[in-house]
């Protein structure tokens, strides 16, 4: 345990030191000014314009030649637009407050999950029984591990796109960090498509499992006993995790996919302004689905002795599934599924028939 936690304050040194540039830096031309005279003439000239301009959203919205914010096309293509001003907009927001933003919580989030490790401590760990209990099976830990190794990809390769140009281009210079943001820009693209294919079959396949019941509520007033080290009653998934499977991989992943498969395949129609809309919310889902992560991987492995081996070899010890999972501990002596119904109760056997009385010896006549 103490080799992992140096390793882990290792890597998180390292991150914080490689990232803190990002925090609060922006690129050149974040203030978003006109690149050229020409531009500049032609918003002034708008801007002298008493006519007032339709309102966001509409298809008459900008000129032809300034379209701002259409969102259909000027015919096939766009390429009668000389002036499209959202991307001065988004190349202000994108570079300047969200970049700030999301280098911000990346920094903060793990160097408070380290704090909550040295203050608070992991969950208190049962002594082990010596008996195991089969809690996932092969086809659920590979799905889980596909998803999570594709995500980990585009995690990498997303900050490295984002950030890049401040944090690794000074000291490797335009010819290696080319090379790199190159080969990252593709590993991207390609690995993106099949994180969609991972999250819906992995919503599949544990949608069962997670829906949520009564005792829940309990596990929530109690914190999870992450600081009383209590074992709040819970089914097979705790509410925690069951809030994982909602709110990351469900409503980030909806997020993450469709924006990214809106950048991604740029042939069907899209417009810049619906290219730009599709990037805030790829940056935003992006930062939140890290920040997630994070605390998802820290209660799995480190905060939680005993949980990184249910998925890693589909086992757990008795021990820890009865004080973690109690309630799916006592299903699972019963046979019962996850998520499934008690199975039928057997028909007892017939009662025996007792002996009929024998029948009475007619007396004597009288």
Known sequence: MRANL??????????????????????PNNRAQPAYAEEQTMLQVEADTQRGAPGLMSSQSGHVHMD??????????????????????WRYL??????????????????????FYN?????????RSGRKLQRFSRWDMQVHWATAISFIALAISGLVLTFGKKIMLPWMGHDAYSWVAYILKYV?????????????????????RNFFQRVDWQWVKEGGGLVSHKHPPAGYFNAGEKAWFWLGVTLLGLVMSISGLVLNFVNFGQTRYVLQ????????????????????????????????????????????????????????KQGIAPGGAPPPTPPSPPAPHAPAPPSPRPGPAH
Request: glycine content about 10%; hydrophobic content about 50%.
């Open 6 to 27: 140096s390793v882990l304050r290792a890597m998180l040194a390292l991150m914080v030191a490689l990232m803190l540039p990002s925090a609060f830096a922006a690129v």
């Open 68 to 89: 701002r914010h259409y969102l259909g096309q000027y015919g096939d293509s766009e390429g009668n637009v000389i002036v499209q001003r959202g991307g001065n907009t």
């Open 94 to 115: 994108r570079n300047g407050p969200m970049a700030a933003i999301a280098g911000t919580l990346l920094i903060v989030v793990p160097l408070l999950i380290v704090l």
């Open 119 to 127: 203050t608070v401590g992991p969950a208190r760990e049962e002594p």
């Open 188 to 208: 991207h693209n390609f690995i993106g498509p099949l994180f969609v294919l991972c999250s819906v079959v992995m919503f599949f396949t544990f949608l069962r």
């Open 277 to 332: 809309v599709a990037n805030y919310l790829h940056i935003i889902g992006a930062t939140f689905y890290i920040i997630a992560a994070m605390g998802h991987i820290y209660i799995g492995t480190w905060g939680t002795p005993g949980a990184y081996e249910a998925m890693r070899h589909g086992t757990v010890d008795e021990a820890w599934a009865k004080a973690h999972h109690s309630l799916w501990y006592e299903q699972a």
